[in-house]
């Protein structure tokens, strides 16, 4: 299924990109880390790999996201997750790409049914959060505290 979930900052593409970047690239030293995805009132541990940059500057990277335990019954990730300039004082956080779900046929059933839209909710979850922790990283950045 296709993903293309946006979230807005209150901050200039310039000022977001490179830590964005920054945060990308410090997960390729731990891929693994204990990150956490919410489907359907289950809390998933899952694998955040991030990829070479995109953009030129970059601003952003090809990612893959994997549940680390019972990955078999859980979807798989590949995109991107890169930030768009909308004006001088706010851009977008854009995770586009494809999840894929497993279980062949009564995966793909279950995903336009009974899971419709959870995984899709789970990974805007994940975006509002890498956006509220962009935004404070850029405040402190840019205030000096």
Do not use: N, W
């Amino acid at each position: 299924m296709k993903v293309h979930i946006i979230e807005t900052l209150a901050s200039g593409a310039p000022y977001v990109a490179p830590i964005l970047v920054a945060r990308l690239d410090a997960l390729r030293e731990k891929p693994d880390d204990a990150h956490s995805l919410a489907m359907l009132g289950v809390s998933v541990k899952i694998a955040i790999r991030a990829g070479e940059h995109v953009g030129d500057p970059p601003d952003g990277a090809r990612i893959d996201m994997q549940a680390l335990d019972g990955s078999a019954v859980f979807p798989v990730f590949h995109g991107t997750l890169r930030v768009e300039p909308i004006d001088a004082f706010s851009c977008r956080l854009v995770l586009a790409g494809r999840y894929s779900v497993p279980l062949g046929a009564i995966g793909t059933v279950a995903d336009r049914t009974i899971l419709a839209g959870a995984a899709k909710r789970s990974l805007r979850a994940l975006l509002i959060t890498i956006q509220a922790e962009i935004g404070s990283s850029v405040l402190r950045s840019v205030t000096g505290a």
